[in-house]
């Protein structure tokens, strides 16, 4: 049966998980919050789901807990970090704080990373730059899941794209988007509460639609080269595969390329003998490089607060503003707790009680 948590609960119990399995104690305590942050905000396939998944990073050699985050590369507004295949969390935490710190002093900040590995969820990097005040964004390869438009051999990953722009009334637009119709993730929360993938979602491995969540895993895991998850806009230059397809490649090219990275292609592939080989990239600016700060803001917030306020299709009670739901969810979860399905709950015990013994 599924299971409600207490915030500091689920932190510290996912916490101790993450420390039985070879990550020191801040890293796993800043996995635990990022992990607990997902599951807040109603986005389970990036929450505590993925821990068996780290597990196996780390038993398959993709992620080395003692890895530590080495600057290469650097000038005043840009930096190049080697993530020594280290855990994706901290690397990713690493590279925030030095965009920050350069942003304050420079204005604005790039940072492209290699050798890391999954990161969580990417809206809780890039809301970070907002809290500083700062238009934050972040992306990531992930492993190949996704073939290019009109192809049907797996090449990119969902490859996530996030920006946070701060408002004057504190509600920043947050929008986090993997560039294929839906995150792997999701398919994974389908399969296992037993529902079909929506049409558009995924394509078997002769390139056709599939909507079959169990039978679509097993194809991907017996074919490790054909058939994936569909980019935004669909399988065909009509509905605009086309676009998502180069947003994804897009992010293969800023990740992978600055970096000098790999990309989604040979990325967690045992027979390389490899890390993880993903790649990231983040970027940070502030407002007042186009004039007074505190005016934009407000503008920024009367354009969010018009789109609001705009009447509502038929049958819906509201348009929303990108991170709108997830931020009322967090509010609800912070007072009645945080709900876990079944399987990510049994798992998540099953885990904690082996490492308290």
């Not at 109603?42 to 789901?49: E, F, K, L, Q």
């Not at 797996?154 to 996030?162: K, S």
Request: hydrophobic fraction near 40%; charge should be neutral; glycine fraction near 12%.
């Amino acid at each position: 049966m599924s299971r409600t948590y207490r915030y500091e609960e689920l932190l510290c119990k996912t916490a101790a998980v993450l420390r039985s399995f070879g990550y020191s104690k801040e890293d796993a305590e800043l996995t635990a919050r990022v992990l607990a942050e997902a599951e807040a905000r109603g986005v389970p396939s990036h929450g505590i789901g993925r821990l068996k998944l780290y597990r196996s990073y780390i038993t398959d050699g993709f992620v080395k807990p003692g890895a530590r985050p080495e600057i290469v590369h650097e000038t005043p507004v840009s930096l190049v970090v080697d993530g020594h295949d280290g855990i994706g969390y901290p690397i990713a935490d690493f590279a925030v704080r030095h965009c920050i710190e350069k942003a304050r002093a420079a204005g604005v900040a790039l940072c492209a990373v290699r050798n890391t590995s999954h990161y969580g969820m990417a809206g809780v990097w890039a809301e970070q730059f907002a809290r500083e005040g700062m238009i934050g964004m972040t992306m990531t390869t992930t492993k190949p899941n996704a073939m290019p438009t009109h192809g049907k051999t797996r090449m990119l990953g969902t490859n996530p794209i996030a920006v946070a722009i701060p408002a004057e009334d504190g509600r920043p637009f947050l929008l986090d988007m993997a560039t294929t119709t839906a995150a792997f993730g999701k398919v994974r929360v389908y399969e296992r509460r037993g529902k079909p993938l929506p049409p558009g979602w995924a394509a078997d491995m002769n390139g056709q639609p599939i909507t079959d969540g169990t039978e679509f895993l097993r194809q991907f895991s017996s074919q490790p080269t054909h058939g994936g998850l569909v980019f935004l806009g669909g399988m065909s230059e009509e509905t605009g595969g086309h676009k998502g397809y180069g947003l994804g490649l897009l992010v293969e090219l800023l990740c992978a390329g600055l970096s000098l990275g790999g990309w989604s292609f040979h990325a967690l592939n045992k027979a390389s003998g490899r890390g993880a080989g993903i790649s990231s990239f983040f970027a940070a600016f502030r407002l007042d490089l186009f004039g007074d700060e505190a005016a934009i803001r407000a503008h920024i917030a009367g354009i969010l607060d018009e789109v609001r306020r705009s009447e509502p299709a038929d049958g819906q009670q509201r348009v929303y503003i990108h991170g709108e739901k997830e931020r009322e969810a967090r509010e609800l979860a912070m007072k009645n707790g945080l709900t876990l399905d079944d399987a990510s709950s049994n798992m998540l015990e099953e885990l904690y009680a082996a490492c308290a013994n």
